[in-house]
């Protein structure tokens, strides 16, 4: 601190290596230490994600959901959603309803509460599966019909016209959401996933590879759908490898 001015230097280090991954400066005057603090948590928040985690997409999340609550809320969502268990995928719902609560503006809570119904009905964590679909896809259409910030609410509803075997449709849907966002991670990593399932390896192979390059630390998911795609594609070596990396980075993921 210098009379009304003050430096705060924030470092990531990676406690194995001691390897500083990520560092950064903030100088502000010392007007309103809380605002202040809470400015430079949102910068932290949000460079982080945008360098390590997300890319593209941290910068409309932040830019979609300006309050520390609501970012607070959703990231505890995004963190129990990767998690790819029956009770985390709950956790995730409450805490990607309260973000549509706080925000009815943006697509951003609606399309991740749809992205969980949908999972629900795909790996059978649920009751009624015609329920969970009727769910998924109200919560995305309601998505679609906001302005589409990251590209998402496509991405779900893709994935909802897939399993209604509308295939045509929901390559179109996917494609959509990559042209909205060619640099989203989980725009790319979603459509790859539409992709495989409609029978185009090359193309899921391409789209799957561009997420894990935007998102150095992508979720285990991802590796699923890379491991599924070289299957498909007759790799049977490279799916083995990937999907004993996926076993070991979640061994408890059902896939």
Known sequence: RAG???RISTTLTDGISGEIVWAENFDRDLDDAFLMLDE?????????????????SAKVWHKSLPDLRSLEAFYRGIHEFFKMDQASL????????????????????????????????????TESREESMRSAKIWAERGVALTDTDGQAHTVLSHVLLIDRDFETALAAGRDAVSNRPSCTH????????????GEQDGALHHIKL???????HPT???????????AAGDMDQATGTAREAIASSPNDLS
């Open 40 to 56: 430079i948590t949102g910068h932290i928040l949000t460079s982080l994600n945008v360098k390590l985690v997300a890319g593209e």
């Open 221 to 231: 998911l991802f590796k699923d759908i890379l491991a599924a795609t070289y299957r």
């Open 90 to 125: 709950s956790n995730a719902r409450s805490h990607f309803e309260m973000v549509a609560q706080l925000h009815p503006e943006t697509s951003i809570g609606p399309t991740w509460i749809a992205l969980t119904h949908w999972y629900d009905f795909q790996r059978g964590w």
């Open 211 to 217: 997420a894990m390059r935007y998102s150095p630390y």
């Open 187 to 198: 725009a790319n990593g979603f459509y790859a996933n539409v992709l495989h399932y409609c």
């Open 4 to 6: 009304n001015r003050v």
